[in-house]
């Protein structure tokens, strides 16, 4: 990180001159080292003010803790006490922005903010030395520990900012101060903690509303919901939008998918130019994060064509719409989390791979979380949808999907089937999934996609493991590999 002088992190903890520089800050005493700053948080199941001596003994030049929790000696310690240790991990981390001359990107949204956060890094790392939010490390601890990772050479700083209520993106934005913010979209998340769509867009919208004027504001040209909170700001607003026809758009770009089906084609358009690169082969949803990212890099002013080439390499991550090419069979794991909008694309991704397979498109579909009063219905559209389009075979897993497998047979029966043959069945968990593996056929491309907590993700390890072992490609009787029935299953 940038070193505080004693007198610099003195004055962010509001504390006066420190006894030592700050040269590195932790907050888990096992990974303290020699000089760094230890900073005791509290959380649910854990007290860092149970671990200030381990602390101490492995180096800490001083620990931060909290007036109402500290009852140890500060004998010989440099210990210091304030109200409140995340605030002052916020405070810390502000500091070290503050003397950083990177210029820092945010990034929110209801989805894809991982997903962008990805390729942003990646696209600005090809012009700049860039720091970026670690896996999923984007709340009130994890953004302060991006910011303390910051270098005297940083040039890039891209932080992903997750959302449990209203005024948290306000707060986050007050530590980050961001240059550049960026929103993905808006759609039906959070709704168990938020209530409506409006308010979602509301919460998200106070990343833009934070910047100051000369800042920019990254947002979806077509995304009518934030429209009212972008009408006063006094920052620059750039657009982007995914097609070459969206109006108002200053950045766009879509996805063309090479004919192997093992790459990709990006094409990326601006006021000055345009550029096309091959990328890993990924769903045809990324085209949102990969846009967002270059409007991003736009509106910072970088160099498009040189950003631009940093997505040839560009991974997206376990469990983010990754396609797993397996002996017999193809697995699209896109089982970091899901929701509405984001399924139904998935949905459409899995239908244009099964066809460039020629592969029968298979969906196993979890529980979406924090869905609100409608969630029932939110599935039971999802199984209609499914059906619809022409997924052959739909597996629900968890209790909430109950009714997406009913709105799967529901939209079957009232079409006919069109002459396929659609089948679904149900089951409790993702520890249950013999039935699914009894019904899988050679050349099947099958899409797992559930909420985080569905771990639907051990039901891909052990599909794999099945498939490494010639389940599907050496004949071996799929039905020989488990005992459990589903609780329902059935023709369509």
């Known amino acids: 990180m940038i070193p505080l002088s004693e007198e610099e992190a003195g004055r962010a903890l509001d504390l006066g001159r420190l006894d030592a520089p700050v040269v590195g800050v932790s907050i888990d005493s096992r990974s303290v080292r020699p000089g760094d700053l230890f900073v005791a948080l509290r959380g649910e199941r854990f007290d860092g003010h ?170 979806p040209a077509e995304c009518k919901i934030l429209q009212p909170y972008l009408a006063d700001l006094c920052c620059r607003v750039v657009y982007f939008g995914v097609g070459s026809d969206i109006r108002n758009a200053q950045v766009q770009g879509w996805l063309l998918r090479a004919k192997s089906g093992m790459a990709c084609e990006v094409v990326l358009c601006w006021p000055e130019g345009e550029v096309r690169v091959e990328t890993p082969a990924m769903p045809g949803y990324r085209a949102e994060n990969i846009v967002a990212a270059a409007g991003a890099c736009y509106a910072a002013g970088l160099p498009m064509e040189e950003c631009a080439e940093g997505l040839t390499g560009l991974r997206f991550g376990r469990g983010r719409g990754e396609v797993l090419s397996l002996p017999g069979i193809c697995i699209v794991d896109d089982t970091y989390n899901a929701n509405p909008v984001a399924v139904r694309a998935a949905l459409d991704g899995l239908l244009r791979l099964a066809a460039e397979r020629r592969g029968r498109p298979v969906a196993v579909l979890g ?112 039905s020989e590999m488990g005992e459990t029935e589903p609780e329902e299953t059935g023709r369509c």
């Open 367 to 478: 529980d979406m979380l924090e869905l609100g009063g409608d969630s029932e219905q939110y599935h039971r559209e999802i199984g209609r949808y499914a059906a619809e389009i022409g997924v052959e075979e739909l597996w629900g897993v968890g209790e909430r999907a109950r009714a997406t497998v009913e709105g799967y047979r529901e939209q079957a029966a009232r079409s006919g089937t069109r002459g396929r043959d659609q089948r679904a069945g149900h089951v409790p968990s993702s520890l249950e999934d013999s039935s699914l593996v009894a019904g899988l056929r050679p050349g099947d491309v099958i899409l797992f996609k559930a909420s985080r907590s569905m771990r639907l993700e051990e039901m891909v390890d052990r599909v794999v493991a099945l498939a490494g072992a010639g389940a599907w490609a050496t004949g071996i009787e799929a």
């Open 50 to 219: 149970d671990f200030v001596e381990a602390a101490f003994e492995s180096g800490a030049a001083g620990a931060v803790v909290e007036k109402t929790s500290w009852s140890g000696s500060s004998s010989g310690r440099s210990v210091y006490v304030v109200d409140d240790t995340l605030a002052a991990l916020g405070d810390l981390a502000r500091a070290v922005r503050k003397k950083s001359r990177a210029t820092v990107f945010a990034i929110t949204g209801s989805v894809g903010k991982t997903g962008t956060k990805d390729a942003l890094a990646a696209m600005a790392a090809r012009s700049c030395r860039t720091v970026a939010t670690a896996a999923n490390q984007n709340n009130e601890v994890g953004v302060p520990l991006t910011l303390l990772s910051i270098e005297p050479d940083t040039e890039a700083v891209v932080v992903e900012m997750g959302m449990r209520g209203p005024g948290q993106i306000a707060s986050l934005v007050r530590v980050v101060e961001p240059d550049v913010g960026v929103i993905t979209n808006i759609h039906p998340v959070h709704l168990e903690l938020l209530g409506t769509l409006e308010h979602v867009a509301q919460a998200k919208a106070e990343l833009v509303q934070g910047l100051a004027s000369a800042g920019s504001a990254v947002v």
